[in-house]
Nanobody, 123 residues
């Protein structure tokens, strides 16, 4: 059974940092493209960042480029999202996802999703 477990969310002040983790089990992790998405109240789920199966390629939404960094450790079956210079508009539930197809910005290519972790940016 495939499981993706998202952790690391919390309450942080504007300008602060958080590091999200997503631990995967039940799949050949190194064969999967990994992505992070987020969904704010009343809004649709949106792409945040993606990373290729070996980690050689990454992609970001324009809204987070230069502030967020996605990385992965295939030996530990884990993908990370380092979030710096957080803004109130980054407040959302963040989800990791695993997929076998190309096109990391498209939710439909992902086969498995984590349960989500809440990130709240507020003073």
């Amino acid at each position: 059974q495939v499981q993706l477990v998202d952790t690391g969310g919390g309450l942080v002040q504007p300008g602060g940092s958080l590091r999200l983790s997503c631990a995967a089990s039940g799949l050949t992790f190194s064969s999967y493209t990994m992505g992070w998405f987020r969904q704010a109240p009343g809004k649709e789920r949106e792409f945040v960042a993606g990373i290729s199966w070996r980690g050689g390629s990454t992609g970001y939404a324009d809204s987070v480029k230069g502030r967020f960094t996605i990385s992965r450790d295939n030996a530990k079956n884990t993908v990370f999202l380092q979030m710096n210079s957080l803004k109130p508009e980054d407040t959302a539930v963040y989800y990791c996802a695993a997929g076998r197809s190309a096109g990391w910005g498209v939710p439909e290519i992902y086969d498995y999703w984590g349960q989500g972790t809440q990130v709240t940016v507020s003073s």
